[in-house]
């Protein structure tokens, strides 16, 4: 949004309520926002979280007790016949068009310095973006048809990834769709101003991607023309690629979800794979109760998902929406966002066990430049491996 005057509040109490400055927010924040998908209904709701008004707690609800041995599977050896069998099944749903790719390039993109983070290069001369591409291609040459890749982009990086690709855009195999926008507030839920003034804008987390792709228009007639699976996968993870081995695995065990795992390493946290009132779900660590030590599990979620494309487009869910403090222009600040592994919640998922080192490696995670570079000798393999670059 283009720079403006500070934002004041044209109402005649001294202590306004948070109901009217919403009312009054400034136009050109107030059309952003709406044509973002943002409900002023469903924040006042939130904000009385932060009032006291209503209890509220980031733990989930019910019992959590570790996956059985039966919720994670693992793909069958390579060269084996059952591994043939699946790449079959695999191969011939992404001939048929059955597959698509979504990758999740959104977010507020400060991580790395303000830089949108698939435009960073990922390895000498090749962005994150490219490398996505680059891919495409390479299934494309593999399976002797276009598979659609389409982009998540948020408010934040949109205008910047749609310049990158250019003319290259199409509306069926390569496209862009926006993820949702709100307002961070205080923490006594009050509208949350800026150094400048402004109202903070955020991006409420990637459990906004069945809603957007939803929104956007490429969900439906994918599924009208006998699309039946979506991967989704984050921009920097370059090791979640659409392979048909796990396509006819995730077709072959009938549930509308696959959630990828690997091993931990160290000191590694994430969502788990649990059980909440037997029930298999991923869980983020600070959503378990004290009751259950998430360092039992050894495994945790690449944020991968293989989705049954028509219960994707069919899902109705409450989603949960998590307090999540922040820290802008050094005060606190609070926003509310929700995460796509809540899917696992609604939707059976089988997880999949897969690993994380050599050229197979399906998680190549990079959050700030300091990673990256630890990371290029990984990255160059698997992208080499799998025709991302020479």
Request: with cysteine; net charge negative; charged share 25%.
């Amino acid at each position: 949004m283009p720079p403006s005057r500070p934002f004041t509040l044209r109402c005649a109490t001294m202590t306004p309520t948070l109901e009217q400055q919403l009312e009054n927010l400034p136009q050109g924040v107030r059309q952003t926002l709406t044509e973002h998908g943002f409900e002023p209904a469903r924040l006042l709701a939130l904000a009385r979280r932060l009032r006291g008004e209503v209890q509220h707690s980031n733990i989930v609800e019910g019992q959590v007790t570790a996956c059985e041995p039966e919720d994670i599977g693992k793909l069958p050896p390579a060269g084996s016949e059952e591994a043939s069998k699946l790449e079959a099944i695999g191969l011939e749903a992404l001939r048929n068009g059955q597959c698509a790719m979504v990758v999740m390039a959104g977010g507020m993109a400060t991580r790395m310095g303000g830089v949108v983070k698939a435009l960073v290069e990922a390895l000498p001369g090749q962005r994150f973006l490219d490398l996505r591409l680059n891919e495409a291609t390479a299934l494309e040459r593999r399976c002797g048809r276009r598979v659609p890749l389409w982009l998540m982009t948020s408010h934040a990086t949109d205008e910047a990834i749609r310049e990158a690709l250019g003319t290259r855009q199409d509306p069926q195999y390569l496209e862009t769709f926006q993820q949702q926008l709100s307002v961070r507030l205080t923490p006594q839920g009050q509208l949350f101003l800026d150094d400048a003034g402004q109202p903070s804008v955020h991006s409420p987390g990637h459990g906004d991607l069945p809603d957007a792709l939803k929104s956007s228009g490429l969900l439906e007639p994918f599924v009208q023309a006998g699309g039946r699976m979506i991967t989704v996968a984050n921009i920097d993870n370059l090791g979640a690629s659409m392979d048909p081995l796990i396509v006819g695995y995730h077709l072959e065990h009938g549930k509308p979800a696959t959630c990828e795992v690997v091993d931990k390493v160290g000191s590694d946290r994430g969502g788990v794979p649990v059980r909440v009132s037997g029930k298999a779900q991923v869980l983020e660590e600070f959503r378990i109760p004290k009751s259950f030590d998430p360092a039992t599990v050894r495994v945790f979620s690449t944020n991968t998902f293989h989705l049954d494309a028509r219960q994707l487009l069919e899902l109705d869910m409450p989603w949960t929406y998590f307090t999540v403090e922040k820290k802008v222009d050094g005060r606190p600040a609070v926003q509310f966002e929700r995460l796509i592994g809540e899917l696992t919640s609604r939707l059976d998922t089988q997880y999949l066990h897969l690993p994380r080192e050599g050229a197979d490696s399906r998680f190549l995670p990079v959050k700030d430049y300091e990673e990256l570079e630890k990371r290029q000798g990984e990255i160059t393999l698997v992208a080499r491996d799998r025709g991302m670059c020479a």
